[in-house]
């Protein structure tokens, strides 16, 4: 439960923690292609109010909330270097297309009725803080909901690597990775049929596998600290919320 209290021009959040809920603190990775919905590019509203829902369920029972938001929707700096752009020149152009995204999402979720924190790894004053590690902890223990945008603020370092690097400084349980799949396969299972799925797996696993979870360097990351990631369908509505009360949903790779 989370009541505000209006104080000072700020607002200070109560909560009683649920102990039903196995995760407390979770950094929450979105696609920007999931935010398409049905459309070939931009931003669905209609997928964007329903991820809100389900976000909203969670953050009801005191689950702080950090997310990271992907920019293919609207630009991707690896295909703009594959059509002649300078690498460097599309990477940073995609993360702005994550702060956008981050804002359409910070739009709806304060629809909703609850209160969120946008920052950025790029200084963009006018709509954004500049992401702090101990402010941004702050703002979740506070019963805020943390938007971070702009990647890493560096070039070559994708959206995932963002999302373990923040989930490590914050010290998130776990790296929740919404796709529109249901888990890790040991194979395509758009294209195969028999691919079978993996209820749990272990770093070393999906290396040896070759299993496409993360980037190299996000999925590294989160095995040397030893931060679980869980992959799942977003899409499906409850999942996200069955998730964080320790339901068996999608895949989780662990040490």
Do not use: W
Not at 39 to 53: H, S
Not at 160 to 185: N, P
Not at 220 to 227: D, G, H, I, V, Y
Request: with cysteine; glycine share 10%; net charge neutral.
């Amino acid at each position: 439960m989370c009541y505000f209290i209006k104080k000072e021009y700020d607002y200070i959040c109560t909560k009683q923690r649920n102990t039903d809920m196995k995760y407390k603190r979770i950094l929450l990775k979105l696609s920007g292609e999931a935010l398409m919905g049905e459309r070939q590019y931009g931003i669905d509203p209609t997928r964007l109010a329903e991820y809100a829902a389900e976000i909203k369920k969670i953050h009801d029972q005191g689950v702080e909330i950090a997310i990271v938001i992907g920019g293919g929707n609207i630009f991707r700096g690896v295909a703009g270097a594959s059509n002649g752009m300078d690498r460097v020149q599309g990477d940073y152009m995609g993360m702005l297309a994550t702060v956008i995204n981050g804002m359409a999402l910070q739009g709806a979720l304060e629809d909703k009725g609850m209160l969120t924190r946008l920052q950025t790894a790029l200084k963009i004053e006018a709509i954004a803080e500049p992401y702090i590690k101990r402010r941004a902890v702050r703002h979740l223990e506070k019963g805020r909901i943390v938007i971070f945008g702009a990647g890493t603020g560096n070039p070559y370092f994708t959206t995932d690597t963002a999302a373990v690097l923040r989930g490590v400084e914050i010290h998130a349980d776990v790296i929740l990775k919404g796709t529109r799949v249901d888990g890790v396969y040991d194979s395509d299972p758009e294209k195969n049929p028999e691919a079978i799925k993996f209820d749990t797996i272990s770093f070393e696993d999906v290396l040896k596998k070759g299993l496409n979870v993360m980037d190299t360097t996000a999925f590294t990351l989160s095995q040397e600290n030893k931060l679980p990631i869980v992959i799942f369908d977003m899409n499906k509505i409850g999942n996200l919320e069955k998730i964080c009360a320790g339901e068996n949903i999608g895949t989780v790779v662990n040490i």
